[in-house]
């Protein structure tokens, strides 16, 4: 009987020497270490012990428009959600010091309502960080693509912004310009997508706009009259 209590001690002894060992589920990075060797620490404490990190992969959340997320929606195919998620194209991400990081991600989750204060949508990318550079807290901006069939792409440097609007000169067969206003679809790079106000075979002024008026005479060069001829882009 003394061996089994003995032995039942010693069980005993090893499972509360086994509670002073914290040992994290995963791997990652240790955040700051608060409590030193020695402190006497609680259950009821407010603050915890650290903060782990498991970073190999990390989330990105950002959001759309109502308006965004309409259009964004129908440019991809899928009966569900997750079908749908499957045909979206990988994004980018924008680090805070304006570089590209290097890996591409991958949406993974869209929210199921809409943010009723902002009117906005909330969706999550996933991006492989092996090497660390990412951490939990970093911010940036996502760059998604989004696929535009037969569109007008245009320099935005060859339009002109007027009370909220965005006009080009086109240039008319008698090599008058009229200044056009037109609807923009988004951007590429430095160039706008067009909308509507223009169509493929157009040609418009591609500099010297500030010197320009409405129904003006002009003689473009032929440099200008080969790049001035928009690009139907598929």
Same mark, same amino acid.
């Given at each position: 009987?003394?061996?089994?209590?003995?032995?039942?001690?010693?069980?005993?002894?090893?499972?509360?020497?086994?509670?002073?060992?914290?040992?994290?589920?995963?791997?990652?990075?240790?955040?700051?270490?608060?409590?030193?060797?020695?402190?006497?620490?609680?259950?009821?404490?407010?603050?915890?012990?650290?903060?782990?990190?498991?970073?190999?992969?990390?989330?990105?959340?950002?959001?759309?428009?109502?308006?965004?997320?309409?259009?964004?929606?129908?440019?991809?195919?899928?009966?569900?959600?997750?079908?749908?998620?499957?045909?979206?194209?990988?994004?980018?991400?924008?680090?805070?010091?304006?570089?590209?990081?290097?890996?591409?991600?991958?949406?993974?989750?869209?929210?199921?309502?809409?943010?009723?204060?902002?009117?906005?949508?909330?969706?999550?990318?996933?991006?492989?960080?092996?090497?660390?550079?990412?951490?939990?807290?970093?911010?940036?901006?996502?760059?998604?693509?989004?696929?535009?069939?037969?569109?007008?792409? !245009?320099?935005? *440097?060859?339009?002109?912004?007027? =009370? &909220?609007?965005?006009?080009?000169?086109?240039?008319? %067969?008698?090599? +008058? @310009?009229?200044?056009?206003?037109?609807?923009?679809?988004?951007?590429?790079?430095?160039?706008?997508?067009?909308?509507?106000?223009?169509?493929?075979?157009?040609? !418009?002024?591609? *500099?010297?706009?500030?010197?320009? =008026? &409405?129904?003006?005479?002009?003689?473009?060069?032929? %440099?200008?009259? +080969? @790049?001035?001829?928009?690009?139907?882009?598929?």
């Amino acid at each position: 009987a003394n061996v089994e209590q003995a032995s039942a001690a010693v069980n005993s002894a090893q499972i509360n020497l086994n509670y002073t060992q914290v040992k994290a589920p995963i791997s990652g990075y240790i955040g700051r270490l608060p409590k030193k060797q020695g402190s006497l620490v609680s259950p009821t404490d407010v603050e915890a012990l650290t903060k782990l990190s498991d970073v190999h992969e990390i989330h990105a959340y950002f959001s759309l428009a109502e308006t965004e997320f309409i259009n964004f929606n129908n440019k991809y195919q899928g009966n569900s959600v997750a079908d749908r998620i499957k045909h979206l194209p990988a994004v980018a991400l924008v680090l805070a010091d304006e570089t590209v990081y290097p890996l591409e991600g991958k949406i993974d989750m869209i929210d199921g309502q809409f943010d009723k204060t902002t009117g906005a949508i909330t969706l999550r990318a996933s991006f492989p960080n092996a090497k660390g550079l990412l951490r939990s807290g970093n911010t940036g901006k996502i760059r998604l693509g989004l696929a535009h069939d037969h569109t007008i792409v !245009i320099p935005q *440097s060859a339009t002109v912004e007027m =009370q &909220d609007k965005i006009f080009v000169f086109a240039v008319g %067969k008698d090599n +008058k @310009v009229t200044r056009t206003a037109i609807a923009i679809d988004g951007k590429t790079g430095t160039n706008y997508l067009i909308k509507d106000g223009l169509k493929s075979g157009d040609q !418009i002024v591609l *500099s010297g706009l500030d010197r320009l =008026q &409405d129904g003006q005479l002009i003689q473009p060069t032929k %440099k200008v009259e +080969k @790049v001035a001829q928009l690009i139907s882009k598929k």
